[in-house]
């Protein structure tokens, strides 16, 4: 059974850092492109960032010189680094593996407020 399972959200000030991890199960996790997304309340769910299983990364442009993608094969983990959080940022996040199969985490709140 596939498991992602993603923590670190929580309440931020704006321009205070999070950093959200992913853990995977169930997958041979060095083989998949992983990455992260977001959807707000009455938005369309959207890409924020993915490395590929050679680690090359991919940011959208809102989140450019902010965010930092990065994995760890030997822990079945990816990191989502988050600076210079924005209010813009609240979302729920998601993990995403990719290879064959496409699979997704729970999600975790991030709400950026004052």
């Known amino acids: 059974q596939v498991q992602l399972v993603e923590s670190g959200g929580g309440l931020v000030q704006p321009g205070g850092s999070l950093r959200l991890s992913c853990t995977a199960s169930g997958i041979t996790f060095r083989i998949y492109a992983m990455g992260w997304y977001r959807q707000a309340p009455e938005k369309q769910r959207e890409l924020v960032a993915t490395?590929?299983?050679?680690?090359?990364?991919n940011y959208a442009d809102s989140v450019k010189g902010r965010f930092t993608i990065s994995r760890d094969n030997a822990k079945n983990t990816v990191y989502l680094q988050m600076n210079s959080l924005k209010p813009e940022d609240t979302a729920v996040y998601y993990c995403?593996?990719?290879?064959?199969?496409?699979?997704w985490g729970q999600g975790t709140q991030v709400t950026v407020s004052s």
């Open positions: 995403n593996a990719q290879f064959s199969n496409t699979y």
């Open positions: 490395i590929t299983r050679s680690s090359t990364t």
